[in-house]
């Protein structure tokens, strides 16, 4: 543990970043630990102009060691057969350049990572989608993962209830976009591209997708697909197929989720509560004003929850997407 970090007991806020500024930024507003990856097809946030080279790395593992920041990098996609060189390449720069951890999802990569660099700490990545205490187990036991992120579809007491029954630590998102499949199970994107973010890292790849100015408003496509359409003066969103509008027997709606963002400052009591090692920011996509904004307002939710008080989130306000948040499965009262 940094120095920082004993000064801060309880939950580790874990904060992304897609660009060396934007680490910068997390890191100066408080982070106690900042996730990247790499800049290719094995992490699974590959977008253009997005990431990390290893020279920038390892900058960035200087940048955050030196302020007391952990650095995690995740390499969190599925190998493809017969091709398990840019994993392995990944791995063994990881260790050398020195994270301090590696978030992994694949089976065939866990096992890599223990053999070639059991020094390595281990993380299972949330789309490894290790939703109970026996799964969690496994992986310890098997590959020797010291931690592991929760795929956002359980309530706060089914993460207590698993906290009672594994002695690996547990990460939980608390603020970013809410995917309403189950992490590292979707093939939407692929459906519509070919790509999906489990196996190149990419949902809606910007290669695919297309803004169409038309007599009746900007319309967005993602390959062959209209996603969403909206009038003059209307926010348009990055076109993604499980939060587009479609038309269905007449009527235009959404018909898998609208667009809204997780957002757990109501339940960061209860969460702190519950015994997570993590609470995790989703959005190594954004910019760092946005990174610096969030990581700061939760930096004050976490503290305060930690402290057993209540902190304002205001700071929050239009940081959400399509300006509503939700606090997801964690106060989930349907089945």
């Known amino acids: 543990m940094t120095a ?3 000064e801060r007991p309880g939950p580790e806020l874990v904060c992304p970043a897609g ?3 934007a680490l ?3 890191v100066d507003a408080g982070a106690d630990a900042v996730y990247v990856g790499f800049r290719d097809e094995t992490n699974a946030r590959n977008f253009p102009g997005l990431n990390f080279s290893r ?5 960035a593992r200087a940048y955050a060691q030196a302020r007391g920041t952990k ?3 995740a390499i969190n996609t599925f190998a493809r057969a017969g091709d398990l060189g840019p994993w392995t390449r990944a791995l063994d720069d990881a260790a050398r350049i020195g994270v301090d951890a590696v978030i992994l999802s694949d089976l065939g990569v866990l096992s890599l990572a223990a053999e070639r660099h059991p020094e390595l700490r281990l993380h299972l990545s949330v789309q490894a989608s290790a939703a109970h205490a026996e799964a969690l187990e496994y992986y310890s036991r098997n590959f020797g993962i010291r931690r592991a992120v929760l795929p956002r579809v359980l309530t706060v007491d089914d993460i207590r209830a698993m906290g009672d029954a594994t002695h690996v630590e547990y990460e939980v998102f608390v603020f970013g976009g809410l995917c309403p499949m189950a992490e590292g199970r979707c093939f939407l994107s692929s459906y519509a591209t070919g790509k999906s973010p489990n196996t190149v890292g990419v949902c809606s790849p910007a290669s695919d997708v297309r803004y169409e100015e038309r007599a009746d408003g900007l319309v967005t496509q993602l390959g062959a697909f209209t996603i969403n359409r909206f009038a003059e003066g209307q926010a348009a969103g990055y076109p993604t197929l499980c939060k587009g509008r479609f038309k269905v027997r007449g009527a235009e709606t ?4 609208e667009p809204t963002s997780l957002n757990a400052a109501s339940v960061m009591q209860d969460l702190v509560a519950a015994g997570v090692s993590a609470l995790k920011i989703e959005g190594r996509q954004r910019g760092r004003a946005y990174v610096a904004q969030v990581v700061r307002n ?3 939710l976490r503290d305060a929850a930690v402290r057993g008080e209540i902190s304002e989130t205001a700071g929050l306000a239009g940081l959400e997407e399509g300006a509503r948040g939700s606090t997801g499965a964690y106060r989930k009262d349907w089945q």
């Open 24 to 26: 910068r930024a997390a």
């Open 55 to 59: 020279e920038e790395l390892a900058e």
């Open 19 to 21: 660009t060396p500024a």
């Open 71 to 73: 650095l995690y990098l």
């Open 4 to 6: 920082v970090a004993a």
């Open 254 to 257: 959404h018909i898998f989720e």
């Open 298 to 300: 939760m930096r004050a």
